[in-house]
């Protein structure tokens, strides 16, 4: 589609026209690039022969030609600068006047043969009259310099237009925009002139309208040498940094971040600068030996320190390594490192205790007195009255037994002063009656078919009857003997731990209540231990002598040996003898002299 105006109103250009315009655009190409001009035909002419109805071209017409464009014709209208106001103005004058500059036309020399230094001109004119032959003015051909031209150091500026010969006075302006026309006007033969190519003359700028499309004018006050010119380099370095040494760098610096992170959490964990000081007693018992490494682990089992390798790296900075000594000491949970290593490299001190001694025989009525008389804290009564640790039916007791008598073994405790407590004492007790148990065989007392609580309860009765070591097995065979031969036992040590009295006489009414710890009426064992035995009464209890015995009586002056007797009247002899020596006495027990 045409640029300007509708197809219908131009005329197709002849081979001759098109030929000048190539030769033009050829000559331009040549001079912008300093290469020597082509050669045109020796005739300006746009056509090289002319037809056969038009008459040659002349410098000079004859007097019997009609005269040529120059001047107008009687019979043709006068050209004119300005169209008359009955007459719509020329396609040119419309742009030039009318439309305004545009300066983002795109520049092209197809059909523009207009040079920098040669006048614009237009290969078609107005259509001739009929009877007048077609005048065609070409612009004169410059010479070629057979020198190259110099290569300039900025790219060549674009040529300026030529000014178009013939009616075509003024320059159209391509972009200017045109009035609607009448339907049928006649219009006459334009030139078309595009946009010229943005160049700088001379240190100063073109009109803006020379600007290509898309591109904004930048003043400058000086010219800068584009890349690829002589004496550049063939790119211009824009300074972009490559994608992948900024990711290196971002990886490295969050390396560093992450190093340094975990420096600050090692040296926070190594040294606890806002770490309490502890909480609740530990009792530790370091070993004779014990490295830094195997002390750490023991700390760390006990929850006294958190780390057991942050405490052997501890010791390690310290230089307390070869300090830490062997001992028992009291620390606390969750200490600090520094606060550890500080009470294990020094001796350690003497905690103050409390030496509880508890004989052999007494029941824990008796004992209670002698536990809080040794600086004991709590109800030595309430507790032992139970305990988890132990259950008396697991060694045979009745169904719902829950005393602890004869379970609380006899010897010698050594206590804290800060944890001295009645609980922790029955505790140590039952812990040592577990371990010392377990040392006695009972393989005779099961042949007897006795339990191992039927055996605790005689072994009870032989602690408060035997006073010397000899006694004990004795005695045991008269319990077994009368066991046997279902004899009641007549052990007046049973009633008075019924009665809770150890030191006064019994009366006889006393002698005839009925309760089942009264041996004298009652056949068998009593129910529960009347006391707590020790690990010597327990054996015999459980290994009776081979002795046929059934009576025994305290002999006097014997030193609380016993008299023993196989019959009713050796044993009523030995009686008669005790109350002699006890009359002679005054009534006391005459069994020391």
């Not at 600068?81 to 300066?103: Q, S």
């Not at 190093?259 to 964990?269: E, G, K, P, Q």
């Not at 009665?499 to 056949?523: G, H, V, Y």
Request: charged share 30%.
């Amino acid at each position: 589609m045409p640029l300007f105006g509708r197809g219908e109103d131009r005329r197709e250009r002849s081979a001759a026209d098109r030929e000048a315009a190539r030769l033009e655009r050829e000559r331009r190409r040549a001079k912008r690039e300093g290469r020597p001009l082509p050669e045109e035909p020796a005739e300006p002419s746009l056509r090289d022969e002319a037809p056969p109805d038009e008459p040659p071209l002349r410098d000079e017409p004859t007097p019997d030609e009609p005269p040529l464009r120059d001047e107008p014709t009687p019979d043709e209208p006068p050209l004119r600068d300005e169209p008359t106001p009955d007459e719509p103005p020329a396609r040119g004058e419309a742009l030039r006047d009318n439309a305004p500059m545009h300066d983002d036309a795109p520049v092209d020399d197809r059909d523009d043969p207009s040079d920098d230094d040669e006048p614009r001109w237009a290969p078609f004119d107005d259509e001739p009259a009929d009877d007048e032959p077609e005048a065609v003015d070409l612009p004169p051909e410059p010479v070629p310099d057979p020198r190259p031209e110099p290569e300039p150091p900025w790219p060549d500026p674009a040529p300026e237009p030529e000014p178009v010969p013939g009616p075509m006075r003024e320059p159209v302006d391509p972009q200017s925009t045109q009035p609607l026309e009448p339907v049928g006007a006649i219009h006459a033969r334009r030139t078309v002139s595009l946009p010229r190519p943005q160049t700088e003359e001379l240190g100063h700028h073109t009109d803006s309208w020379d600007r290509p499309i898309g591109t904004v004018r930048v003043s400058r006050g000086e010219y800068q040498a584009q890349p690829g010119a002589p004496g550049m380099p063939p790119h211009r370095n824009i300074g972009v940094q490559k994608t992948r040494r900024r990711w290196l760098r971002r990886f490295v610096v969050l390396l560093l971040i992450l190093a340094l992170a975990a420096v600050a959490v090692f040296a926070f964990m190594l040294y606890q600068p806002f770490h309490g000081k502890g909480y609740d007693a530990v009792v530790v018992k370091i070993p004779p030996g014990s490295s830094a490494g195997d002390i750490g682990k023991l700390l760390a089992s006990k929850d006294v320190v958190e780390s057991s390798f942050f405490f052997n790296l501890r010791a390690r900075v310290e230089g307390d390594r070869g300090k830490l000594q062997a001992g028992t000491y009291t620390l606390k949970r969750s200490m600090p490192y520094k606060d550890a290593l500080a009470a294990l490299t020094q001796a350690p001190k003497a905690a103050p205790t409390i030496d509880v001694t508890l004989p052999e025989g007494p029941s824990r009525r008796e004992l209670a007195p002698r536990v809080k008389a040794a600086g004991v804290r709590g109800s030595y009564v309430d507790a032992s009255a139970s305990s988890k640790l132990l259950k008396p039916r697991t060694y045979g007791a009745p169904k719902g037994t829950k005393s602890l008598e004869g379970f609380l073994f006899p010897d010698t405790y050594q206590l804290r002063s800060r944890t001295a407590t009645a609980k922790a004492l029955v505790n140590l007790q039952l812990r040592q009656f577990k371990s010392e148990f377990a040392k006695v065989d009972l393989k005779r007392a099961r042949r007897k078919h006795l339990s191992r609580y039927d055996v605790l309860i005689i072994a009870s009765m032989i602690e408060r009857e035997a006073q010397v070591p000899k006694d004990r097995r004795l005695i045991s065979a008269v319990i077994y003997n009368r066991l046997q031969k279902g004899i009641p036992l007549g052990i007046d040590a049973t009633l008075r731990y019924r009665l809770n009295n150890w030191s006064k006489a019994l009366r006889e009414s006393e002698l005839n209540i009925n309760s089942d710890f009264n041996t004298r009426r009652r056949i068998g064992l009593p129910p529960t231990p009347i006391g707590n035995p020790g690990l010597a009464s327990i054996q015999a209890a459980a290994d009776p002598a081979n002795a046929k015995y059934l009576f025994y009586v305290v002999k006097p002056c014997g030193n609380g040996a016993h008299a023993f007797s196989t019959t009713d009247a050796q044993f009523q002899k030995d009686v008669a003898a005790y109350n002699r020596a006890r009359d002679k006495r005054g009534g006391k027990d005459p069994s020391h002299c």
